[in-house]
């Protein structure tokens, strides 16, 4: 969507290029984490491969168990796997959560949710890797 890309490009992130196509089965089974928007979309993750229910959350989801979670320590992928692992023995009905779709919305809401979005991965990346934001791209 033009609103996205305009959106992005405000944060600092091109995704002029990105084109949406489907999520496969083996791209799934490849990943460490799948992050979905909502849990539609969670549960359509799930129902292509079922085993990926220990790593497919939603971001608040996520992030709302890191939060609860002692602090991270060091910045391994081995820690993060560890992380996510004990993130979904930690699951309950007090995680969850979804960002909302901005689709026809119009441009504040899409600057609304690029802003939830990015407050969440920056979330998502400290919870993991004990960093406090995620890095970012050059400005032009």
Known sequence: MPESTLVARERGVDISEQRCRPLTRQ???DADLVVAMAEEH?????????EAAM?????????????????????SEHQARARIAEAH???GSEHGGEI?????????????VG???EAGVDELVGGLFGVSEAPRAAEA
């Open 42 to 50: 969670r549960h359509e993750v799930l129902r292509l491969d079922p």
């Open 55 to 75: 790593c497919t959350f939603t971001l608040p989801e996520l992030t709302s168990i890191l939060a609860v979670m002692p602090p991270a320590e060091g910045s």
């Open 115 to 117: 802003a939830e979005i």
């Open 89 to 91: 023995r930690r699951r």
């Open 100 to 112: 909302r779709d901005p689709l026809g919305l119009g441009l504040v809401t899409y600057r609304e």
């Open 27 to 29: 791209e799934i089974h």
